[in-house]
């Protein structure tokens, strides 16, 4: 039998302790077998010069994931085109392990603006999504209406974790303590790195 493996994308810029607890509950309490956290290397809707170097990023959620068996990280995107899309992405993924079974996973912010996605229409026919929430309304019209189109959605009740790795990167450069935001290796890694400690970054 295939594994399933959920594919959790990212800039991770930095992976914070939102993102473990998303993706540790997606890995234990969905049928998930295991989390592959997707670096990526430029997210079309961000701005590749506030990203810290893609091997950076990559070494923060190692470090982060080292302690969870189920939660690996994933440099697939770092030989694609970019910006890089996920559609693209997952293309790949399926001609190099044909002995797994891709999924989704998405906040419910995604999941409201997935129609502006490349190639959006065959993600929601081929890949299976899992939602996890944010704050937000209309929750279950928006999975209503992806429901329609034949999709496969599930909503996971997965804890709420409004943190982002903007509001750290904003406060590290204002000299605020954000350790408990991050695992303690990761903050280490930052603090010996000297990262984001100017406003510009």
């Not at 605020?176 to 990262?195: C, G, T």
Request: charged share 25%; aromatic share 10%.
């Amino acid at each position: 039998m295939s594994k399933k493996i959920g594919l959790f994308f990212g800039t991770f810029n930095p992976i914070h302790v939102g993102h473990l607890i998303i993706a540790n509950h997606m890995a234990e309490f969905s049928e998930l077998d295991e989390v592959w956290l997707v670096v990526t290397p430029h997210n079309p809707h961000k701005k590749k010069n506030a990203l810290l170097e893609d091997t950076h990023r990559l070494a923060m959620v190692r470090i982060a994931t080292e302690a969870y068996p189920k939660l690996k990280a994933s440099t697939i995107e770092f030989d694609l085109p970019q910006p890089n899309y996920t559609v693209n992405t997952l293309a790949v993924l399926e001609e190099k392990y044909p002995d797994k079974e891709f999924c989704l996973i998405m906040g419910e912010d995604n999941l409201k603006s997935l129609h502006k996605w490349k190639n959006y229409e065959v993600i929601l026919e081929r890949y299976p999504i899992f939602i996890y929430p944010r704050i937000s309304e209309n929750l279950e019209r928006d999975a209503n209406l992806i429901l329609e189109k034949k999709a496969s959605v599930t909503l996971i009740n997965a804890p709420i974790v409004e943190l982002s790795s903007t509001f750290i990167r904003k406060n590290i450069a204002l000299n605020k303590n954000i350790k408990p935001m991050l695992s303690k290796n990761v903050w280490h890694y930052i603090d010996e790195m000297n990262f984001y400690k100017k406003s510009n970054n």
